[in-house]
C-alpha cells in the first residue's frame, strides 16, 4: 500500500515488537548502527529506558535486511533452570524455522534438534521457581549448539533484559551465568546484541571491571523518538486513512503517550478507531484516551481495592507527584510519610510479585504503566479523600495536569471506579 492510497486497516501496532510490514517511525541512527554491527559481526548493548522501542530496533531493523535472529528474553527470570529452558525453546523454534525437511535429512542440524529436544525434556513439568543450581553445563551444551549452527547457518544472537541475570538470580549464579554466556559468545563469530531497561545495573554489566562482559560490547544510549519526527509519522500514517491530524493535536497525543513509541503506538490506534474521515480533533483523543482507561480499570480497581489506606496513599502520590524528589520533605508529607524509611514498606506490595506496578528508579519511584498512572491521578474522589492537599480543585487539576494535560481537554478524562473501594 502506497502513502498515496486510502486504506480503513489501523496502521498502529502496541504491545509487541514490529514486524517489517507494520508501520515504524524511522530511526536511521540506531538503524545504521545495527546494520553495521550486523556487517562487522560486532557487539551491540542498547541501553534506554522501558518501552523506548530497543527490542523492535534490533528485531525489526535485522529482519528487514533478512539477517536471521535469535532472540532470548530474560525479562523476569526466575532462576538459571528458567534460562536454560526459555533459551532452549527460543532456539528450538529458530532451528525448525531454518527448514523442517533439512532438519530431518541433515546430520548436524538433526543432532541439534536432538539435542536441544533433550535438554526441553530435562526440565519438562519441573517448576523453575522449585529448582535453583541447575549445573551450567546445560547451559554450556546449549550454547555449542548455538555454535553448531552458527558455523553453518547465518544468524544473529541478541539477548534482550541481559540485566535480569544480575539483578533476580542470587549473586554466584547470576555470576556463573554472565561467565559462561561471556565465555561461549567470545568464541561465535556472530553479531551480538544485548538490551536493557534497568539502565545501571545494564550498563554496569559493560562497564565494571568485576563484569565479564567488561568492555565487550559497544554501548548505545537509545534516547525517545524527536518529537517533530514522531508528529509527521503520526500525520502520515492518519493520512492514509484519509485522516488529516493537526499539528496541535499531534502535540496533545504526543504529550498524553509520553516518551514511550508503545504508549503514543496505543493511544493512536484507538484515535483511529474513533474519528473517521476527515479532521482528527481533541475530542477523538478524549475519546480514545477514555476506552483505554476503562479496559485498564479493572487492573487499577483490583490494586486499590488490596492496598491498605497508606499503601493507596503512597501509590496515589507516585502517581501524582513522582516529579518531586520521594524523599523530600514535601513528597513524604503529601504521602503521609513520617520518614524516608517508610516508602519501601508503603510500596512493597506495588514493587514485589509476578507484576509489579511500580519501579523504582534511582532514588526516585513511580508507577510502570503511564494509562495505569493517568488512570490513578483520575480518580479524583479517592485522591482528594487520601491526599488532603488535592480537596482544593485548582490544586488537584495541576497536579492532574502534570500527568496528563486535561486542560485541553477542559476536565479530568472521566473513568470512574465501578464500585466504591473499601481499603483494609
Not at 534506554?48 to 532472540?71: M, Q
Request: hydrophobic residues 40%.
Amino acid at each position: 500500500m502506497t502513502s498515496g492510497l486510502r486504506s480503513n486497516r489501523n496502521p498502529f501496532v502496541y504491545g509487541r515488537v514490529l514486524q517489517p510490514s507494520h508501520a515504524a517511525c524511522a530511526r536511521p541512527v540506531y538503524e545504521a548502527a545495527i546494520l553495521e554491527t550486523a556487517r562487522s559481526s560486532g557487539r551491540l548493548a542498547l541501553v534506554g529506558d522501558r518501552r523506548l522501542g530497543k527490542s523492535t530496533l534490533v528485531e525489526r531493523t535485522l529482519s528487514k535486511a533478512k539477517e536471521p535472529v535469535l532472540r532470548w528474553d530474560f525479562h523476569q527470570i526466575l532462576s538459571m533452570d528458567d534460562i536454560v529452558r526459555r533459551a532452549a525453546e527460543e532456539f528450538d523454534v529458530f532451528v525448525r524455522n531454518l527448514s523442517p525437511v533439512a532438519r530431518r535429512i541433515t546430520p548436524w542440524l538433526r543432532e541439534v534438534g536432538l539435542g536441544i529436544e533433550n535438554l526441553r525434556v530435562s526440565y519438562h513439568g519441573i517448576g523453575a521457581d522449585l529448582r535453583v543450581g541447575a549445573p551450567t553445563d546445560h547451559l554450556k551444551r546449549l550454547l555449542g549448539y548455538v555454535a553448531q549452527v552458527a558455523s553453518r547457518r547465518k544468524l544473529c544472537l541478541f539477548i534482550d533484559e541481559l540485566q535480569e541475570v544480575r539483578d533476580r538470580l542470587p549473586k554466584r549464579e547470576g555470576d556463573a551465568v554472565l561467565g559462561i554466556l561471556r565465555s561461549e559468545i567470545q568464541r561465535l563469530d556472530v553479531p551480538c546484541f544485548f538490551a536493557g531497561s534497568a539502565r545501571e545495573s545494564f550498563r554496569g554489566i559493560f562497564v565494571s571491571e568485576a563484569s565479564p562482559f567488561f568492555d565487550s560490547a559497544r554501548l548505545l544510549e537509545v534516547e525517545p523518538i524527536p518529537p517533530q519526527d514522531f508528529r509527521q509519522f503520526l500525520r502520515e500514517q492518519f493520512s492514509r486513512g484519509g485522516r488529516m491530524l493537526p499539528l496541535e493535536t499531534g502535540d496533545v497525543l504526543l504529550s498524553i503517550g509520553g516518551p514511550s513509541p508503545n504508549d503514543v503506538q496505543h493511544l493512536a490506534h484507538e484515535t483511529w478507531n474513533t474519528s473517521g474521515v476527515g479532521l482528527v480533533g481533541t475530542l477523538e483523543i478524549h475519546a480514545a484516551l477514555s476506552k483505554i482507561l476503562s479496559d485498564i480499570a479493572p487492573m487499577g480497581e483490583a490494586w486499590l481495592e488490596q492496598l491498605t489506606k497508606r499503601q493507596a496513599r503512597t501509590l496515589l502520590a507516585i502517581a501524582l507527584f513522582n516529579h518531586l524528589p520521594a524523599t523530600s520533605a514535601e513528597f513524604l508529607r503529601i504521602a503521609g510519610l513520617r520518614n524516608p524509611g517508610g516508602l519501601s514498606s508503603a510500596l512493597r506490595p506495588c514493587m514485589h510479585g509476578h507484576e509489579p506496578i511500580v519501579e523504582k528508579l534511582g532514588k526516585s519511584y513511580r508507577v510502570r504503566s503511564r494509562y495505569l498512572r493517568i488512570w490513578l491521578g483520575a480518580q479524583r474522589h479517592i485522591v482528594q479523600e487520601l491526599i488532603p492537599m488535592t480537596r482544593d480543585d485548582t490544586m488537584y487539576r495541576e497536579a492532574f495536569n502534570r500527568v496528563c494535560p486535561i486542560g485541553l481537554f477542559g476536565t479530568e478524562p472521566s473513568s470512574p471506579i465501578s464500585k466504591p473501594v473499601d481499603f483494609d
